[in-house]
């Protein structure tokens, strides 16, 4: 009886495992200053002056469904929008787990002094759980690549 007990039980953790969200979007993200990303739809917000002399990228801080915008320069910062928030960010624990269990705030979220292995958990303005890792900044362009994971709600 005590090992149908304890097989039963083992049984039903494994199921619990399984039953975690599918992975809705996942990829690569690069920014500019004040560039927008939004995490549900994969996108970024990049705009071409198709009037200049010679095509110039001009990227915007909004455009509806963003999730956040980057602010570059000396110090680094990732700005909520539309309803979207940042969890604080705990180095070491990664995972859909961590962030559906995070708290999350609506401010900003300074990302200069960061860790390159630092997880930053945010919860979307469609209300998805999503990671963010930050691959590289190339301060010359103003560039910062990111990876990240949203999952299904």
């Not at 953790?13 to 200053?33: C, E, N, V």
């Not at 999730?67 to 960010?89: E, I, L, N, T």
Request: aromatic letters at 12%; proline letters at 4%.
């Amino acid at each position: 009886m005590r090992w149908t007990v304890a097989v039963c039980a083992l049984i039903s953790l494994f199921t619990l495992q399984d039953a975690s969200p599918r992975i809705h979007k996942q990829g690569k993200i690069d920014l500019y200053d004040a560039g927008a990303a939004d995490l549900d739809k994969d996108r970024e917000s990049i705009t071409v002056c198709v009037d200049c002399e010679e095509p110039v990228v001009q990227p915007t801080d909004s455009f509806k469904g963003s999730d956040f915008w980057f602010q570059s320069g000396r110090r680094r910062y990732f700005h909520p929008q539309y309803g979207a928030r940042f969890a604080k960010v705990n180095y070491g624990a990664t995972g859909y787990s961590y962030c559906a269990n995070a708290v999350y705030k609506r401010g900003s979220i300074r990302i200069d002094q960061l860790p390159s292995d630092a997880q930053i958990c945010v919860r979307t303005d469609e209300g998805r759980y999503a990671a963010i890792q930050i691959i590289r900044y190339i301060p010359e362009s103003g560039k910062l690549s990111i990876s990240y994971t949203t999952w299904e709600k």
